[in-house]
């Protein structure tokens, strides 16, 4: 599995993206809205697991035009950084939007706490980056955060990632796999 970034990448960001990759194959983290949504991100995911080399840009700018441009320019990934980046949940939701079908975003959340990863899910990230996982058990206990019981301890929650509520059920059957 290869994955390439714009721009300067260091060590961090390499390990990031790679625990990235390993969340959306093991987890298989879904990104669920209308049917081109789903399309974009199962096409997403069948090509990180294919090995496909993904070019993604970071985005730290809170801002919406950003996301646009940055999709216009051709990135197949957006790496939207609430760890560093000066926004919150709701702000990480806009530009989500702003991505709509067209491109995938993957949220790297602050920390290993299972707020943020739940907030990231239910806003529709395509898939998460968790910072600082340096034992297998915090692994662990990072994609029981992305799962519903009985695999994982994620909670019930109406947001974006299943229509708010629209394809609920949909999405549930789906998010543990």
């Known amino acids: 599995m290869r994955i390439a970034t714009g721009g300067i990448c260091g060590f961090g960001e390499l390990i990031a993206a790679l625990q990235c990759a390993l969340l ?3 987890a298989r983290l879904d990104f669920v809205g209308d049917n081109r ?8 995911r069948y090509k990180l697991i294919g090995g496909e080399i993904l070019l993604g840009t ?3 700018l809170p801002s919406p035009e950003m996301v646009e441009i940055m999709i216009d320019v051709g990135f197949d990934w957006l790496f939207i950084d609430c760890e560093h980046g000066a926004f919150d949940a709701s702000t ?3 530009l989500l939007q702003a991505a709509g079908n067209r491109c995938p975003g993957v949220i790297r959340v602050p920390n290993s706490e299972d707020i943020w990863i739940k907030k990231a899910l239910d806003i529709g990230a395509s898939g998460i980056i968790v910072p600082q996982v340096n034992s297998a058990a915090q692994a662990r206990a990072v994609v029981s955060s992305c799962k519903y019981p009985p695999a994982g301890s994620r909670g019930v929650g109406i947001g974006r990632a ?6 609920f059920n949909e999405y ?3 998010a543990n796999n």
């Open 172 to 174: 549930v059957a789906d």
């Open 162 to 167: 299943h229509g708010y509520g629209a394809r």
């Open 92 to 94: 990480a939701q806009s």
């Open 24 to 26: 959306l194959y093991s």
């Open 37 to 44: 949504m789903r399309g974009t991100w199962m096409s997403f």
């Open 58 to 60: 970071m985005i730290t």
